[in-house]
């Protein structure tokens, strides 16, 4: 059975820390790994990621993926109490674009 | 900017009543996807549509649960009867179909069932 973990749950950090957070998965058919964030509302789209060691950014936010060890990190650095969200990590599965979520890790962003 | 419609975006009804969900993807996504998400977990997929045809069901609770993309466009998720535990967030998604291509959401549906 396809697998998605995110580490960890939850944590409540100060404006200006950095965040961390982890995403590990067994699958038997990798195809890509995607991040989304969700606030009180519909998911929305972060990073895709398809190759292993090749960093994508944008702004405060940057994820990896090591397809070796079948994990990938999210980081946001300078973070803001705009950045409190649900962070969801999900994987690709199959040739028709499945996805297989995570349990998500809650972000709080303290002023 | 193109967006997934869905509604209604709330819904409360009562054990044992029908409801009905409407999802509308992005033009031109050939692939729809339903989702029911449960306060504190991640999206569940219960349906997948490669234009009109279903590629993907195994999730989806049968003896209750039915979808239908009829022309291959917009699409209806219905649950007969509701069931206290189908309390959900219930999400649509579409995409272009390739293969680990993005999703896009819709604002989603909120049901309780009372």
């Known amino acids: 059975e396809d697998k998605v973990v995110q580490s960890p749950l939850s944590l409540v950090v100060h404006e200006g820390d950095t965040v961390t957070l982890n995403c590990s998965y067994e699958?038997?058919?990798?195809?890509?790994l995607l991040w989304y964030k969700q606030e009180k509302k519909a998911p929305t789209f972060l990073f895709m990621l398809t190759s292993s060691g090749i960093e994508k950014k944008s702004g405060r936010l940057s994820s990896i993926l090591d397809k070796k060890e079948l994990f990938s990190i999210l980081n946001i650095t300078a973070t803001q109490t705009g950045d409190s969200a649900v962070y969801l990590c999900a994987v690709g599965t199959d040739s028709w674009g499945k996805l297989q979520f995570g349990a998500g890790t809650q972000v709080v962003v303290t002023p | 900017e193109a967006e997934v419609a869905q509604s209604p975006r709330y819904k409360i009804t009562e054990k044992s009543q029908a409801v009905a969900f409407w999802c509308d993807p992005i033009?031109?996504?050939?692939?729809l996807y339903w989702y029911r998400q449960i306060l504190g977990q991640g999206p569940e997929l219960l349906v997948q549509?490669?234009?009109?045809?279903?590629?993907?069901d195994s999730q989806l609770p049968k003896d209750r649960f039915s979808a239908e993309r009829l022309k291959g466009v917009d699409s209806t998720l219905k649950i007969q009867p509701a069931e206290l535990g189908d309390s959900a967030m219930y999400l649509c998604?579409?995409?272009?179909?390739?293969?680990?291509?993005?999703?896009?959401f819709g604002p989603g549906t909120r049901l309780t069932v009372t």
């Open positions: 699958v038997t058919n990798f195809r890509s």
């Open positions: 998604a579409s995409s272009l179909g390739l293969a680990g291509s993005e999703q896009y």
């Open positions: 033009s031109g996504h050939a692939t």
């Open positions: 549509f490669q234009d009109e045809s279903v590629v993907d």
